[in-house]
């Protein structure tokens, strides 16, 4: 096992093959882009409080504040006064699996073709390119997607969930009052599912997509760009249902409050 | 240390500090560190000797100010950095092309998609709405129809049950006069109900 620690801003060069990958940071930001040799290229430009201990271990790279564990992280309290910032910036192979947890920082992750898992608080993550299975789990940070080709599943309290020219097999999401934006252009079936409370959930699908809707919100209003889809209303019940092309794919949402649009994209 | 520096790289880079005016030594020591971020902190015992050497090829001189050497560009210096000046460039990109820069702009655009893609579905969800909205009066307003005219047609079958009812009972004491009259009324009834409903039906989209 190698072993090194992080006080001051430092570029470190990571010779050790590298399969996956571990970043745990209080406050600043986290970077992971793919880089071109089977190590990694590691940047911290930015730190202030204790030192980040770096180690690889049997493939595995971890860049951590030591009493910030993954399972902590979603309740980590900083000490009041307490400076913990870094700046965190690494190059991996792509085809490494990466573990991002943060309390306020703010996540970007692209070009990386393994699992993701981000963990935060209420920094705001942001994914580019992802193939593997993407899970992003946050409090109050806003979520963006771009280009990602995995199977999703996003869950936050009061942060937005966006999803930019998604082509996952599923997505699944939970907000309680962010909204979920989701512009998806599926290569195959696709399977959403979605639940908020008070969010609004917009979904944009190719107008030639199969799907099987069926969406209920308790009083948010229900909207349909599609003239498959039957709308109606009762009070307690505004649905939208139906079957869209063959019906494949599935379309699933619940929603208290939040209002419900499925639009259409590439209509001539 | 990562390779930050090309070959001949550092040399094009000290010659263009000392353009921007004269400095000493650890003056130039210092500003290559904080242009690089700290990636690149490089040693006196890197920099010195390589300012005494671009003096000796008569790019750089110096005068001694409070003790210490204050370097500058000589207008060979000068020429020289114009003759490089591409290079220069590009070596300027691959040092901002870091891997925290890289990230910076991929943030960049990815937020400034999310935002685009946020209110262009906004919009058209607005729309889609306003759409369902108006389809929905449009709806209240044929139901409506459909209750007026049930109405209608129950007052009719009605008024129909008492006309019958009362010729049933008066026609023995009616006279052939009044009947043919009363028939007339009726047929004129008829034709103008035939007339009302098939403009209607003309009338309503």
Redesign the interface.
Known sequence: MSEWTVR????L?IAEPVRSVEVRVVSG?V???P?DSEGA?L?V?EIDGPPLRVTVDNGRLTVAHEDLDWSSVLGFRLRSRERRRA?V???VPASCDASVGVVTA?A?V?GIEGDVRVRCVSG?V???GAVGSVHVQTVSGDV???DVTGAIALNTVSG?L?I??GRPPSVQAKSVSG?V?L?LRPSGTVEVDVTTVSG?L?V?VPATTGLDVDVVSTSG?????FDGVE?S?RPGVHRMSGRLGDGTGRLRGRSVSG?V???ASGQP | ??QVFRHGALRLYLLKLLDEQPRHGYEVISLLEDRF???YAPSAGTVYPRLTRLESEGLVEHEVSEGRKVYSLTQQGREELARNVDELASLERDLTA???E???D??R???E??RD??SE??Q??RE??R??RAE?RAQGRAANGQQEWSAAASDLSRAIDQIREAALTSARLVSDERIAAATDVIRRARDELERVLSSEDEGSP
């Open positions: 001051e801003r430092t570029v060069e930001r970077d992971l882009v880089g290229h940047e430009t700046v910036s690494i190059a703010d970007v692209a705001d942001t994914l580019d963006e997607l771009r937005e966006t930019v020219d909204d934006t512009d609004d917009t944009r209003e229900v909207a349909s760009a709308l209303k209002r649009a499925l639009l | 240390m990562s971020m700290g990636l870091s891997v925290s890289l990230a910076r991929v943030r655009q990815v937020r998609s999310a893609l946020r579905l906004k058209a969800a889609v709405r759409e369902v929905g």
